[in-house]
T-cell receptor, first 116, second 110 residues
């Protein structure tokens, strides 16, 4: 099946710094990728839709200047958390639609971000 | 606003029990409903349902969709401790993005 990787798997950073998370589709091309955030004991919340070659589409309540998304190629999307604060600590997961169409999603393994 | 609601939020059973997890939805442009199992990392895909009344089955797990009443159930028979996880229900509309319910945390005790 299709594989999506994320890097890093875990990151600890200090308040005020920026952190970049990469999401790659390893064996297929993805013109669209999705970024989700999951707080402990909560469900996945869609943050934004990453579109190759154009601007990301952000969900209501998600600050686009804080969560910068760049979809530079057909296999790579990056999420940069700028000026991170402890409340940004969360599990960030990306996904990409598979070969079967947009209703088939392949998830990356997630990135655990801890902001101290 | 599109909404997916799961119940119960948590459940504790013993090995061998049968469980039924519920997912109701109020959405526009419904295309499919998906079930995932999440353990420590990212969710793993279980089922995708698009048509009413057709049961999907995989081993001890099965799921069915009722598009008239806007809900789906996930059944797990003869539960095992390895079934302990968070089960997520999500709907997918025209854009392909997924809107998740709150999840049901299932704990299966030996």
């Amino acid at each position: 099946g299709a594989v999506v990787s994320q890097h890093p798997s875990r990151v600890i950073c200090k308040s005020g710094t920026s952190v970049k998370i990469e999401c790659r589709s390893l064996d297929f091309q993805a013109t669209t990728m999705f970024w989700y955030r999951q707080f402990p004991k909560q469900s996945l919340m869609l943050m934004a839709t990453s579109n190759e070659g154009s601007k990301a589409t952000y969900e209501q309540g998600v600050e686009k200047d804080k969560f910068l998304i760049n979809h530079a190629s057909l296999t790579l999307s990056t999420l940069t958390v700028t000026s991170a604060h402890p409340e940004d600590s969360s599990f960030y997961i990306c996904s990409a639609p598979g070969q079967g169409g947009p209703y088939e999603q392949y998830f990356g393994p997630g990135t655990r971000l801890t902001v101290t | 606003e599109d909404k997916v609601v799961q119940s119960p939020l948590s459940l504790v059973v013993h090995e061998g029990d049968t469980v039924t997890l519920n997912c109701s939805y109020e959405v526009t442009n419904f295309r499919s409903l998906l079930w995932y199992k999440q353990e420590k990392k990212a969710p793993t895909f279980l089922f995708m349902l698009t048509s009413s009344g057709i049961e999907k089955k995989s081993g001890r797990l099965s799921s069915i969709l009722d598009k008239k009443e806007l809900f789906s159930i996930l059944n797990i028979t003869a539960t095992q401790t390895g079934d302990s996880a968070v089960y997520l229900c999500a709907y997918s509309g025209n854009t392909g993005k997924l809107i998740f319910g709150q999840g049901t945390t299932l704990q299966v005790k030996p």
